[in-house]
């Protein structure tokens, strides 16, 4: 266990609809990122947040959005789902606000299937 | 371009044998270069982390391997186990003022046969 923790595991929904992946970081990380991995891809950093702020922002699409709540964990929304949203979809955790530290920890992910 | 490229994309190995996955990577500037290990449909796990300063570290049966003046680095993995079977990923820092950014490899897939 790697202490941060993803909900829900799997996930099948239709398209056009809308759907909400929860992360919880690791006890005293403040900063949290997501990423989302389609098959046979690299990881691609969509969106990161620091202590409730959005701090930096990758290839996130305007139909996908997220927020970082006061108990630090953060919740990414994605909405009028496509079929090429079907991916994994990963958290990850840092104390600090950039990834400079080993306490860089990813969860186990979310599988979304857009059918 | 900051861009991290991996090679071989895939690789199939006895039990038993010997392995190294090589990683070129253009970023600039640089903070660290880590190795990952990602089963599959699992979070990535980090392997090593290196600092410019450090050309190996070792975890186990793996050594990495870093020439920040080539810009490369390599994962060795000795005496392989069918549970090294995963996709190994370079992924290197890159220093952007107030934070830094993770460039991703696309992943080297090991598959250990017995």
């Known amino acids: 266990d790697s202490g941060v923790t993803q909900t829900p595991k799997h996930l099948i929904t239709a398209t056009g609809q809308r759907v909400t992946l929860r992360c919880s970081p690791r006890?005293?990380?403040?900063?949290v990122y997501w990423y989302q991995q389609s098959l046979d891809q690299g990881l691609q950093f969509l969106i990161q947040y620091y202590n409730g702020e959005e701090r930096a922002k990758g290839n996130i699409l305007e139909r996908f959005s997220a927020q970082q709540f006061p108990d630090l964990h953060s919740e990414l929304n994605l909405s009028s789902l496509e079929l090429g949203d079907s991916a994994l979809y990963f958290c990850?955790?840092?104390?600090?606000?950039?990834?400079?530290?080993?306490?860089?920890?990813f969860g186990s992910g979310t599988r979304l299937t857009v059918v | 371009k900051n861009q991290v490229e991996q090679s071989p994309q895939s690789l199939i190995i006895l039990e038993g044998k010997n392995c190294t996955l090589q990683c070129n990577y253009t970023v600039s500037p640089f903070s660290n270069l880590r190795w990952y290990k990602q089963d599959t449909g699992r979070g990535p796990v980090s392997l090593t982390i290196m600092t410019f300063s450090e050309n190996t570290k070792s975890n186990g049966r793996y050594t990495a391997t870093l020439d920040a003046d080539t810009k490369q680095s390599s994962l060795h993995i000795t005496a392989s186990q069918l549970s090294d079977s995963a996709s190994y990923i370079c992924v290197v820092s890159h220093y952007g003022g107030a934070t830094n950014k993770l460039i991703f490899g696309t992943g080297t897939l090991l598959a250990v046969q017995p």
């Open positions: 006890s005293g990380d403040l900063s």
């Open positions: 990850a955790s840092s104390v600090a606000l950039g990834p400079t530290s080993y306490g860089y920890t």
